[in-house]
Antibody
Framework: QVQLQESGPGLVKASETLSLTCSVS??????????WNWIRQPPGKGLEWIGY???????NYNPSLRSRVTMSVDTSKSQFSLKLSSVTAADTAVYFC?????????????WGQGVLVTVSS | QSVLTQPPSASGTPGQSVTISCSGT????????GYWYQQFPGTAPKLLIY???ERPSGVPDRFSGSKSGASTSLAISGLRSEDEADYSC???????????FGGGTKLTVL
């Protein structure tokens, strides 16, 4: 069964770039039937979808973050990554990666455990 | 401000039934399936309901989902103390091209 795990710095300075990686085990990031998502949750608030990437590199980003988001996939390492530039305190959140299924729009499962990223001034 | 609207809190006593509602628009729930996620403090969301009324393997049949128009609902019967968690609704949004979420409902088992 597919498992995901996020990794990356828990503290990022304002105006710098947040970089996170999601490692995938028990499944292949090369599968055309899946897409790989990033979702975040500010403390005490609801979930916000950031975007997704397919194994072929095709991406779709939330328009509210599009100008600052870059996602990539490394099939050799079975990983996909998120970069969010010019961060501010509003980007402080728990960041999750999650698997989506191409033929079941909206499916998000499983999720990684999440990593809290705090933006400091 | 979340795209989908759900009550911030709900409660019930052990053995009771509780229903949590979630309203959206024609670009999300009105046109696509509803989803529900269960989340305990400090943990990741877990998929509870997909395609509005289907349960992934391992989810007890005490949990059920439905959809009507641009709203979706989660019903929990035979409430147990271990059901105390946050429940978030979600749906694919055709305008966004991705999923949108509700703000979450904190369920308290009294």
């Amino acid at each position: 069964q597919v498992q995901l795990q996020e990794s990356g710095p828990g503290l990022v300075k304002a105006s710098e770039t947040l970089s996170l990686t999601c490692s995938v085990s028990g499944g292949s990031v090369n599968s055309g039937g899946f897409y790989w998502n990033w979702i975040r949750q500010p403390p005490g608030k609801g979930l916000e979808w950031i975007g997704y990437i397919h194994h072929n590199g095709n991406t779709n980003y939330n328009p509210s973050l599009r100008s600052r988001v870059t996602m990539s996939v490394d099939t050799s390492k079975s990983q996909f990554s998120l970069k969010l530039s010019s961060v501010t305190a509003a980007d402080t959140a728990v960041y999750f990666c999650a698997l989506g299924i191409v033929n079941i729009r909206g499916w998000l499962d499983p999720w990684g455990q999440g990593v809290l990223v705090t933006v400091s001034s | 401000q979340s795209v989908l609207t759900q009550p911030p809190s709900a409660s019930g006593t052990p053995g009771q039934s509780v229903t949590i509602s979630c309203s959206g628009t024609s670009s999300n729930i009105g046109r696509n399936s509803g989803y529900w996620y269960q989340q305990f403090p400090g943990t990741a969301p877990k998929l509870l309901i997909y395609r509005s009324d289907e349960r992934p393997s391992g989810v007890p049949d005490r949990f059920s989902g439905s959809k009507s128009g641009a709203s979706t609902s989660l019903a929990i019967s035979g409430l147990r103390s271990e059901d105390e968690a946050d429940y978030s609704c979600a749906a694919w949004d055709d305008t966004l091209g991705g999923p949108v979420f509700g703000g979450g409902t904190k369920l308290t088992v009294l």
